[in-house]
């Protein structure tokens, strides 16, 4: 299925200067019948999806420590003020906001883990104790 | 008046291994990964358009919860896929099972019409089996 090839292509690629017109060309569409195509079958447009695939990676880098420029830069996108704009709209927190509340919660279960954990599963394994 | 289901829980025989399998196969997030102690992690991960049903990836070991024997039992049951966990939902049927067909998921059966629905089975890394559904199939 090419649809399907193309999208996983985007998941491995992503962070590369990807060109969608290509990518329909490789897998022998026209633009608009590629991008209806994939509209159908993952409810959003090829560049709609590699957006959204570049801030899913931002978030898991800004959320390991990354800077935000090392986030932007390193999945693919190449400025960051329109970085911040597509990761705002996103998320509803601008790359630093989110980073700050990310490394807080994991603070916070480094810290006290048992306060992430239904007590019913604690209490079954003995971690209460 | 209970309202919703917010967590749920897959034995797996190993954590490390349906981290990646649910992650990196299936496209899951993370939404807690905490280490209470050595050798116990809570590990929850939800489907990406719910993010609000966490799935525990519980181990499988002995203590409190499996004593005796019966860790080994259900590590046994689990690998010989006696357990059907639940139903997973997705867009399109045909385009998900080539995805994870491509991506090294093993199926137990294709895309299959049947009279309740148009279904799929595939197994998880340690052997639990799930039903993949297509939203609004004819």
């Known amino acids: 299925m090419r649809v399907v090839r193309a999208k996983l292509y985007i998941d491995t690629h992503f962070s590369r200067p990807i060109d969608l017109d290509n990518i329909a ?42 800077t935000v420029a090392a986030a932007c830069f390193g999945v693919g996108f190449d ?16 790359p630093a906001a989110y980073q700050r509340e990310a490394l807080e919660r994991q603070a916070a279960i480094e810290a006290q883990p048992a306060a992430f954990v239904p007590n019913c599963f604690a209490e079954n394994h003995g971690w209460n104790e | 008046m209970i309202t919703k289901l917010n967590h749920v829980s897959v034995f797996v025989l190993d954590q ?14 993370v939404h807690t990964d905490a280490s209470m102690g050595p050798g116990m992690r809570w590990l929850t991960v939800t489907p990406p358009d719910q993010p609000d049903l966490e799935i525990s990836l519980m181990a499988i070991s002995e203590g409190m919860m499996f004593k005796g024997d019966t860790a080994e039992k259900m590590r046994e049951l689990v690998r010989s896929g006696t357990f059907g966990f639940g139903v997973f939902e997705c ?4 385009a998900t099972y080539e995805e994870l067909k491509a991506k090294g998921v093993e199926f137990s059966k294709p895309p299959t019409k049947e009279f309740y629905g148009y279904e799929a089975l595939f197994k998880d890394d340690s052997g639990n089996w799930f039903s993949l559904g297509q939203k609004d199939a004819a």
């Open chain 1, 79 to 94: 400025s960051i003020s329109s970085f911040t704009g597509l990761f705002k709209r996103r998320t509803g927190l601008t």
């Open chain 2, 91 to 94: 867009n399109d049927l045909n």
């Open chain 2, 16 to 29: 490390e291994s349906a981290f990646d399998f649910y992650i990196n196969k299936l496209g899951f997030k």
């Open chain 1, 25 to 66: 060309d490789e897998a022998c569409f026209s633009k608009f019948h590629f991008a209806r195509l994939f509209r159908t079958i993952y409810g959003k447009t090829p560049h709609q999806y590699l957006t959204e695939v570049r801030v899913e990676r931002a978030r898991n880098l800004l959320a390991e420590g990354s």
